[in-house]
């Protein structure tokens, strides 16, 4: 008789977009393969799905989907919520006590990371995560405070704490990664490729690609936000914490509090200029260098291993029969599942026309600008009486060879004097 097969555990991660090359969708996926070095099977269903994110997935063996009638029959041990997006075949397996459900909230003011279901997120999760303690505390404002809420972190995945790297010993390959880079982040940049320094940009407006340990132990210090100062930290490189929302500059044991506890987003610290933020990276390096160690050992906590083991513990320990969800709850899900589809559908639709149209802009000023090298030519005017003769020879039949010739001769008459007029001085 043989022995039956166990099955694999089975999780589903859910999220509203999966398309860009971003924090949350980049978070997505390693959430997924942390999951799969810990045994299960992993499917990952978003709203929309697109390269770059989905050719990366691919790379990583990781199942990314945009058809919820696939999910049907799946199995259901764990369900990571992002978003608060609960397809309909998920809806009916939340209320079994076998199911652990995770809640994720990556942000506390983008709209679509609120929970707007926030009394059926309490009573159906078993968990709830936020990337900050600044969110965390947004949850609690709507109400889920009958529920464990984990302060996730957004940790770095344990292949950069493993990195091995030496210490830079001076500032001259910058490593700036950013999607949204400001106005006066960009000029600094070129003013420090004006002064000699190496600058490599990964995101929007540069290389588009995930980060790895390898590209971040290349360089000798990192300009970024969000989860990738957690990356370079993992490395031990100096990080200046700036982007869209300004920042602290130098990452420093005085500002690593509060910057950790707004998600490393910048926002708590003010706007710099393009002078002082060339100033301050130029002039501050040798001190950021030397403050890695106690910044790396500050955060050290923050594994994803680490922090993904306390959720499930937690999760295991708070896990308990949820009930089935009435029908009055379904239809709200199903509402706001609904129109949040319908609304990231529309975005990238609207996103991919603008893509479209700006090509064809870019396509059109350059063969405008190419016509105009043309005309301006001097083999452009030297052929003129070509093309004339040329237009002579087709409308040959059209009844206007006189007047065309009319052309031609006036055309040549300037030069046909000057030549006879020449010739006649050289006589006498």
């Known amino acids: 008789m043989e022995t039956p097969v166990a099955r694999r555990l089975q999780a589903l991660i859910t999220q509203n977009h999966m398309v860009d090359m971003a924090g949350s969708e980049i978070l997505t996926l390693e959430l997924a393969e942390a999951l799969q070095h810990r045994g299960y099977e992993v499917n990952v269903f978003s709203h929309v799905v697109g390269d770059p994110i989905a050719r990366l997935a691919r790379e990583r063996g990781i199942a990314l989907t945009d058809d919820q009638a696939s999910l049907d029959e799946l199995p259901m041990d764990l ?4 978003h608060q997006v609960v397809p309909d075949s998920l809806a009916s397996k939340l209320g079994g006590a076998h199911t652990i459900v995770v809640f994720g909230h990556m942000s506390p003011f983008e709209p679509l990371e609120l929970p707007f279901l926030a009394d059926i997120e309490s009573r159906l999760a078993d968990v709830v995560v936020a990337n900050s303690d600044e969110t965390a505390s947004v949850l609690g404002a709507f109400g889920i405070d009958e529920v464990p809420v984990i302060v996730l972190g957004n940790p770095a995945p344990d292949s950069f704490w493993q990195m091995p790297a030496s210490r830079p010993t001076a500032l001259r390959r910058l490593l700036v990664v950013t999607n949204h880079a ?3 982040l960009r000029e600094a940049i070129g003013r420090l490729t004006a002064e000699g320094l190496e600058v490599a940009h990964i995101g929007a407006h540069g290389r588009i690609a995930a980060v790895t340990p390898e590209e971040i132990a290349a360089a000798d210090a990192v300009v970024t936000i969000g989860k990738t100062v957690q990356y370079a930290l ?8 700036y982007d869209v929302h300004g920042g602290p500059g130098w990452l420093s044991m005085e500002h690593l509090p509060l910057a950790r506890e707004h998600n490393f987003s910048g926002r708590p610290f003010g706007r710099m200029s393009a002078e002082e933020i060339v100033a301050s990276i130029l002039d501050g390096y040798e001190r950021a260098n030397s403050d890695v160690d106690f910044l790396r050992n500050a955060v050290s906590g923050l594994t994803l291993s680490r922090r993904l083991q306390l959720v499930l513990e937690t999760a295991a320990d708070s896990k308990r029969l949820k009930g089935q969800l009435s029908q ?10 609904a129109l949040a589809g319908r609304s990231i559908r529309e975005h990238y639709a609207l996103a991919s026309s603008d893509a479209h149209l700006i ?5 059109l000023a350059a063969n405008a600008a190419q016509l105009a090298d043309i005309y301006s030519s001097t083999s452009w005017r030297l052929s003129s009486p070509v093309r004339l003769a040329g237009r002579l020879s087709r409308r040959a039949q059209s009844g206007r060879v006189r007047r065309e010739a009319g052309k031609l001769a006036r055309l040549l008459a300037p030069s046909l004097v000057q030549r006879h007029g020449r010739r006649n001085a050289h006589k006498a």
Do not use: N, T
């Open 359 to 363: 090509r064809a802009q870019v396509e």
């Open 234 to 241: 993992a490395v031990g490189r100096a990080v200046f914490c």
């Open 79 to 82: 369900a990571w919520i992002h």
């Open 182 to 184: 400001p106005d006066e």
């Open 328 to 337: 009055a709850d379904k239809r709200r899900i199903g509402a706001y599942f």
